[in-house]
């Protein structure tokens, strides 16, 4: 008995012997700035040296009640959820579905689309997010091609005119139908249309038509901004898209390496019973993919609550914070403007309070509606 | 004759290692922009100052804009500052006024060698922590309007003496594919910085911001609210493009020089942009048409203003010693030496040369100016009166909304009522913060 519980206690001992290092480097480097940054949020810290600086201390929740209080960081999280529910809902089944397209050898060139679609996430975020930036800007090739469209129709409608109402020759005609073609925005250009314009038409040689008709376009031609990254409401849309356009690859690898770890009898099985390709998609691979669909979801839900350096480069969180996401909050109250460290470290409690709901949310909806591998 | 070999390589080793020990180390955290023309003939002004101080051995980190202010303020909070900073009088650099992190220069630099500056940059009044903190190198005016004459001429236009004449040509201009005015509004300081404080400075005028911070008015208030108006009123015209607020910083120049617009509006420090750069022999506008196509201006009058001519201006940054370095020691020794040498007649004309700005102090004169740097001075005599660049009068927390309303105005998200709100919020805040 003695000997046993000699033994019971040298194994102890040494298991103690070995994780001990391990435990203390893992609470270091892991527990140690946790619990320093609840500490920090708790606290009313300004900078510079913790201890012998400016005296500090523990203030309560007054940051967290800043923030709830913040039209800033509901905005920041609105958006958060955002590219978490495009990135949970649409990189997943996306991946899922060109995964199985390849596994299934349903399309040709597999390896050359598994290629394609993977590209994006092999090349670094920020040159991702500045050419997509020039792609979505005033200048870039969306706005260009739409604007060109614009002034094509626009200026055939001006010859039109011209031609009909025999330009300057008539200009009262030539200014009434001149306004009943342009946008509203001519209102912008010209305080009272019919007569300033006419004013404005009036100032060119009455020969010179092809200048005339020229001039009018660049200066009433319907024009859109581009403006899609600045807009309240839409300004995300693009940065979902390009978070798809980015992750879809990564997604598609895990599947597709889990898909070809099924065993291809219960598939074949499946077949000689009649089942359809959907039907095997939804009940033989789905199932079997299901705790690797949670933890990709994890995956997921932590990159889009700690993704920065996308958004950084695509709009840095603006113009007026209209893309701000948590992390470039986190990131502005702790190193943009006025530095508030205790508010910062708040919302990095806040981003990983956040993400372990959202786990605990998928690890629940797995236990329930999830498959036995 | 193996034993004086062994000799000589010790007595090496150990002059060598004598040698290295009476070296002094410096680290310098600079703002500059690789990209700018004259980055290399900068880095040449450096490398003197290396080949010529054998024993110190200067560790430099170089950055700019916005990653230069994120890094600074990093270094801040985690206490590691660099021996030697560039630094702002204010703004973004507050957290090393307020906390004392850089030292007083007035004494370590000496009376003698501060006479040979312009008294209002050696006054410590002007800077956040009222000491001398940095030695700035000029004095900045925020607020120019860099003007394509050519262009204006070309279509029988003249540079305006009005807001009504600007709002009047830009129907013309935008005939002709022109914007009127171009600002790179991506960044939120721009507009603040380079306009609206020109704007306050003319409508209501520094003793209104000074009465505003001290609770007797409130941002609040009929005043203030018109200054913001205006700038909604600006976009409204077309006057400013609403599609500027997606133009980066650095793309603004070069749309300018391309000819996309007949004004930018910009601080004097952008002339460097366009200068000739030695090392590729390249400028983004040729100097003969710096000359001949080219001018500054003031922003012409504001209706309902009160200071007529009135531009913003704040004291320029400048270089500061980090106060961790103990007194007396060959660190701090060293950081001096290097700072007097950054401040000599020498390197501040070649400084002027380059277009970086027009240098404080009072004995550099120069006939190698490019025509861009000789019509900012001129810009510079020419402006009558200065007023608050308000990120240099107010703190971080309350021109921060401000930035961030001036977007949103250009947006059209918020009113200027609303925006004024949010400013006094900040105020209020930050005053039962200070009381």
Request: glycine content about 6%.
């Amino acid at each position: 008995m003695n000997g046993t519980a000699t033994k019971l206690e040298k194994d102890r001992r040494a298991y103690w012997a070995m994780v001990l290092p391990s435990f203390l480097i893992y609470l270091f480097v892991f527990g140690f700035p946790i619990v320093l940054a609840i500490v920090l949020s708790l606290s009313n810290y300004s900078g510079g040296k913790m201890f012998g600086g400016t005296p500090w201390r523990i203030t309560g929740f007054q940051q967290y009640l800043r923030l709830f209080t913040d039209p800033y960081f509901w905005n920041a999280l609105k958006n958060n959820i955002y590219i978490v529910l495009i990135s949970v809902f649409g990189q997943l089944p996306l991946g899922f579905v060109f995964a199985y397209l390849i596994y299934r050898k349903t399309v040709r060139f597999e390896a050359f689309w598994q290629g394609v679609l993977y590209v994006p996430a092999m090349i670094s975020t920020i040159v991702v997010g500045i050419l997509w930036s020039i792609i979505f800007s005033p200048y870039g090739p969306i706005a260009d091609t739409a604007n060109h469209y614009y002034a094509d129709t626009y200026s055939a409608k001006i010859s039109g005119i011209v031609q009909a109402t025999g330009g300057l020759s008539n200009p009262d005609a030539l200014t009434d139908q001149i306004i009943k073609a342009s946008p509203k925005t001519i209102h912008t250009v010209f305080s009272d249309p019919a007569v300033d314009l006419k004013d404005f038409l009036l100032s060119y040689d009455p020969s010179d038509t092809a200048t005339l008709e020229k001039d009018i376009v660049n200066l009433l031609a319907p024009r859109w901004n581009a403006d899609f990254l600045s807009k309240n409401n839409i300004a995300m849309i693009p940065i979902c898209f390009v978070t798809l356009w980015m992750w879809v690859g990564t997604y598609l690898l895990i599947f597709l390496a889990n898909m070809q770890k099924i065993d291809r009898s219960i598939i074949e099985a499946a077949q000689i019973d009649g089942a359809s390709e959907t039907q095997i998609m939804g009940r033989v691979v789905l199932p079997s993919l299901s705790k690797v669909i949670a933890n990709s979801a994890i995956l997921c839900i932590s990159g889009s609550l700690s993704g920065f350096a996308l958004i950084l480069a695509m709009t840095g969180g603006g113009p007026a914070r209209v893309t701000q996401v948590l992390s470039i909050y986190m990131y502005d109250k702790a190193f943009m403007g006025a530095p508030d460290y205790p508010l910062a470290n708040a919302i990095a409690i806040m981003i990983v309070l956040f993400s372990l709901l959202l786990v605990a949310l998928m690890f629940a909806l797995e236990r329930r509606f999830g498959g036995k591998e | 004759m193996k034993k004086k070999i062994c000799s000589v390589l010790v007595f090496l080793v150990i002059l060598s290692m004598g040698a290295y020990a009476q070296k002094t180390t410096i680290t310098v955290f600079d703002y500059i922009d690789a990209t700018a023309p004259g980055y290399a003939e900068n880095e040449a002004i450096w490398q003197k100052f290396i080949d010529e101080n054998p024993d110190i051995t200067l560790v430099k980190e170089e950055l700019s804009n916005e990653p230069f202010h994120q890094k600074l303020a990093a270094y801040v909070a985690a206490g590691t500052l660099p021996d030697v900073i560039y630094m702002y009088p204010s703004g973004r650099s507050t957290a090393l006024h307020e906390q004392k992190l850089v030292k007083d220069l007035a004494p370590l630099l000496g009376k003698d060698f501060l006479s040979n500056f312009i008294p209002s940059v050696t006054d410590p009044s002007g800077q956040k922590g009222k000491y001398l903190a940095e030695l700035p190198q000029s004095i900045t005016y925020t607020t120019v309007m860099f003007t394509n004459t050519k262009l204006l001429s070309d279509l029988g236009l003249k540079v305006p003496s009005t807001y009504a004449e600007l709002k009047a040509m830009a129907p013309k201009l935008k005939a002709k594919g022109i914007r009127p005015v171009l600002m790179a509004n991506k960044d939120d300081w721009v507009m603040q910085s380079c306009l609206f404080s020109t704007i306050v400075g003319r409508m209501l005028g520094d003793e209104w911001i000074d009465n505003a911070l001290a609770g007797k008015v409130k941002f609040t208030d009929k005043d203030f609210v018109k200054a913001l108006e205006f700038v909604q009123t600006m976009y409204k015209d077309g006057v400013i493009g609403r599609d500027t607020i997606q133009i980066s910083y650095g793309e603004a120049p070069a749309l300018f020089a391309e000819g996309k617009a007949a004004f930018f509006i910009d601080g004097d420090w952008r002339q460097n942009a366009f200068l000739t750069d030695a090392s590729s022999g390249k400028a983004l506008i040729d100097p003969k048409l710096q000359q001949t196509d080219f001018g500054f201006y003031n922003f012409p009058a504001i209706p309902g203003e009160k200071n007529p001519g009135v531009a913003s201006a704040v004291l320029g940054c400048g270089y500061g010693i980090s106060a961790s370095i103990p007194a007396g020691s060959d660190k701090e020794k060293a950081a001096v030496r290097l700072l007097k040498y950054l401040y000599s007649a020498d390197v501040q004309r070649q400084y002027l040369e380059l277009g970086r700005y027009i240098t404080s102090r009072k004995d550099v004169k120069s006939d190698k100016l490019e025509p861009f740097t000789m019509k900012m001075v001129q810009y510079h005599d020419s402006v009558p009166k200065t007023c608050y660049v308000l990120d240099g009068a107010l703190d971080t927390s309350i021109y921060t909304p401000l930035n961030l309303g001036l977007q949103q105005i250009g947006l059209g998200t918020k009113t200027p009522e609303e925006v004024a709100q949010s400013i006094q919020a900040a105020v209020d805040a930050w005053r039962a913060a200070h009381k």
